[in-house]
Each structure stands twice: as C-alpha cells, then as structure tokens.
C-alpha cells in the first residue's frame, strides 16, 4: 500500500516537473516567435493616409514604421541601410504651412554646408509636387532644428524633401535625412511612391 502511494507520488512530481520544463523552453520560444511576427508585420507596406484620408500613398517596403517622436509629425519611419550595414535614416511626414520656396530654404539652412542641391517638380492629377534632393555636412540636432539643443555635424550626409501641395487639403512634407549611402536609392522610392499617390478633393 504505501509503495503504491510512493509510486503514485512520484508519477505526479514527474509530471509537474516535466510540464515546468515545457514552460520553460516553450515560453522564451513563443516570445521570440512574437517578436519576429511583430518585426514582420513593421516591414509589411503601411498606407499613409493625409488630410483626412483625402491624400493616401504607399510606403515603400525599405521603410519601417516608427512612432513619431513629436505630435506635430504625422508618420514616422526608420530606412534600413543596404545588408544592414551603417546607421539607419530617419522619415517624417507631416502637415504644415509657408510657401514652397521658404520651406525649402529651410531644408539647406540644415546643412553646415551644400555640396550639391538639386530640385524637380511635377504634377500628380491636381496635386503638385516638389522634390529637393540636398547633399553635404548636416547639423543634427536631437530635440529637432528648432529645439535649440547643440547640433552634431554628419557629414557625407543627404536629405531628399518632398512638398505635396494639394488644391484644398493644405500642404504636406516627406522628409528623408540620413548618410548618403542609406539614402542611396531612397530617392527613387520616393518618386515612385508620390507618382502612384491617390488623391480625392
């Protein structure tokens, strides 16, 4: 009798130990697993949807969604360097007024110095586009360019702006800052990203 309680004893700590080590191994696997699904799911293409939906485009699949750093931007995105290799560039998108020309020579006053700008503009339906493609020794500033914070020049540094001007749902900027070989075939995924926009106002 007791050797059979013995035996019966021993058969429930075995399984209680057992099930423990299944826990054990499972739980990091699931996470892991988790992770991987959730990294997945930030490279998949993000629709970026403007002025209330009037204004949609579609990220390209080297950009990775990234949650805004301030409320005054509307999308934020991370761009991977080729094979991984250097530092990430940085995307914002985001709404705002002044002129074209003003804005743009806000982007350059960025920039310690510009070793080559260059612009292009074309039209997309009724929606106006412009894009400035800049080069050179960028002032980084952590807080943003207007945060006051002391700048770290980066040189070999690009910058590709969009300006999306509609006909009745304002104005709206694409921004791309990063080292040059991170932005090396930024640009034409911009520029295929902003000619397939779909725009109804």
Same mark, same amino acid.
């Given at each position: 009798?007791?050797?059979?309680?013995?035996?019966?004893?021993?058969? &429930?700590?075995?399984?209680?130990?057992?099930?423990?080590?299944?826990?054990?191994?499972? +739980?990091?696997?699931?996470?892991?697993?988790?992770?991987?699904?959730?990294?997945?799911?930030?490279?998949?293409?993000?629709?970026?949807?403007? &002025?209330? +939906? &009037?204004?949609?485009?579609? &990220?390209?699949?080297?950009?990775?969604?990234?949650?805004?750093?301030?409320?005054?931007?509307?999308?934020?995105?991370?761009?991977?360097?080729?094979? +991984?290799?250097?530092?990430?560039?940085?995307?914002?998108?985001?709404?705002?007024?002044?002129?074209?020309?003003?804005?743009?020579?806000?982007?350059?006053?960025?920039?310690?110095?510009?070793?080559?700008?260059?612009?292009?503009?074309?039209?997309?339906?009724?929606?106006?586009?412009?894009?400035?493609?800049?080069?050179?020794?960028?002032?980084?500033?952590?807080?943003?360019?207007?945060? +006051?914070?002391?700048?770290?020049?980066?040189?070999?540094?690009?910058?590709?702006?969009?300006?999306?001007?509609?006909?009745?749902?304002?104005?709206?900027?694409?921004?791309?800052?990063?080292?040059?070989?991170?932005?090396?075939?930024?640009?034409?995924?911009?520029?295929?990203?902003?000619?397939?926009?779909?725009?109804?106002?």
């Amino acid at each position: 009798m007791v050797n059979a309680r013995l035996t019966g004893f021993m058969r &429930a700590l075995y399984l209680t130990v057992a099930a423990g080590l299944v826990g054990l191994t499972s +739980g990091p696997a699931t996470r892991i697993a988790c992770a991987e699904d959730a990294s997945k799911s930030d490279r998949s293409p993000t629709t970026i949807r403007l &002025a209330d +939906g &009037a204004l949609t485009l579609k &990220a390209p699949e080297s950009w990775e969604k990234r949650q805004p750093r301030f409320r005054i931007i509307e999308y934020e995105f991370a761009v991977r360097p080729p094979e +991984g290799k250097g530092d990430a560039g940085r995307v914002t998108i985001m709404g705002a007024g002044g002129s074209v020309a003003a804005n743009i020579d806000r982007w350059k006053g960025q920039f310690a110095k510009v070793a080559r700008s260059e612009e292009e503009e074309f039209n997309v339906g009724k929606v106006k586009v412009r894009i400035v493609d800049l080069e050179g020794t960028f002032r980084e500033r952590r807080g943003g360019p207007f945060s +006051g914070a002391p700048a770290k020049l980066r040189s070999d540094y690009r910058m590709l702006g969009a300006i999306v001007v509609t006909p009745n749902k304002g104005q709206y900027f694409i921004k791309i800052t990063g080292p040059k070989a991170t932005l090396a075939k930024q640009k034409d995924a911009l520029k295929e990203m902003l000619k397939e926009l779909q725009f109804r106002g």
